[in-house]
């Protein structure tokens, strides 16, 4: 005897038997897990990362490490003593260092977020030429940049002070900020900031209420790199600075030229380790999606 299956009075299959629905209630209940190669990735990138910092932490921990040992004779922390100091410098260099780069991060906003909004949103004759002139500052040596602002800052008296190398640190991080604004922008759903003016809202309203939300967490972004490059800049700091603004890396270089490889590394680890911190941050904070939204221009 055939036993055939029927479906309900509208001629459709019940949820719960029709073909195929078992099958797809498996597949949706069984938990997602990461790919191999994602694992495998992701190990990569911390291991080179943080491998190169394993020398650092045991030369700042050692008392006496000499080559080819792998772990220090002797251990002490003589070191860090020293660094952590208040009248080592150290926290008045960090203290200058974040004021520098939070202050570029912010001035470099303030260019690049109409610059980006146009390059990421509009298309015009010359966009490729505006794009090649913005990594210029970036293509020409560092040092050429800086003689030559030295000079200009030498007659303006901004030479030798904070605000001067405020202005020279925005040469190489700007570039950067602007193009991952554009970015930003041309990823963004801008069309729901037309339909909230359809809807009534007034530009100012439209463009706090839809436009910022859309776009913040991409901004943030390009300002943390902003940031970043102003954290590790040398050569520009010691000619406008003039010897006495004294950020971290100016700091280091002159700790390594005294010869204790010690205290060197508890510098260099003392120098790396708040960037790290703040880019595991942001990236907790703000999510993956708002790192890919700066991923490029349509």
Same mark, same amino acid.
């Given at each position: ?115 980006? +909004?146009? /390059? &990421? ?6 966009? #490729?030429? @505006?794009? $090649?002139? *913005?990594?210029? =500052?970036? %293509? ?56 909230? +003016?359809? /809807? &009534? ?6 463009? #706090?209420? @839809?436009? $910022?939300? *859309?776009?913040? =967490?991409? %901004? ?58 703040? /880019? ?19």
């Amino acid at each position: 005897m055939t036993h055939i299956e029927v479906g309900d009075d509208t001629g459709r299959w019940p949820a719960a038997t029709r073909p195929g629905a078992a099958a797809a209630a498996t597949e949706a209940d069984r938990p997602s897990r990461p790919r191999a190669w994602v694992v495998l990735t992701v190990t990569l990138l911390l291991a080179l990362l943080l491998l190169p910092l394993v020398p650092l932490v045991l030369a700042s921990l050692a008392d006496a490490y000499f080559y080819p040992q792998v772990l220090p004779e002797r251990w002490s922390s003589r070191a860090w003593q020293v660094v952590l100091d208040p009248g080592s410098g150290t926290w008045a260099a960090l203290r200058d260092t974040v004021t520098i780069g939070v202050s570029v991060a912010v001035l470099s906003l303030v260019v690049a977020v109409p610059a980006g +909004r146009v /390059l &990421g949103t509009r298309r015009f004759r010359g966009r #490729r030429a @505006v794009e $090649l002139l *913005l990594l210029l =500052p970036v %293509l020409v040596p560092a040092v050429a940049v800086a003689i030559g602002l030295h000079v200009v800052f030498l007659r303006l008296g901004l030479a030798g002070g904070i605000p001067g190398v405020v202005l020279v640190h925005l040469v190489p991080a700007t570039p950067y900020v602007v193009l991952l604004s554009a970015g930003v922008f041309a990823n963004a759903e801008l069309a729901l900031e037309e339909q909230a +003016r359809a /809807l &009534g809202a007034s530009a100012w309203q439209a463009q #706090r209420h @839809v436009t $910022l939300r *859309l776009v913040a =967490p991409g %901004l943030a972004v390009a300002a943390l790199f902003g940031f970043l490059v102003s954290w590790g800049q040398y050569v520009l700091t010691l000619v406008v600075g003039g010897g006495r603004v004294v950020t971290l890396p100016i700091l280091l270089f002159s700790t390594a030229s005294g010869g204790d490889a010690s205290i060197t590394a508890a510098t260099a680890l003392f120098h790396a380790l708040p960037a790290l911190v703040l /880019l595991v941050v942001v990236s907790r904070v703000l999510g993956t999606g708002a790192f890919a939204s700066v991923g490029g221009m349509r």
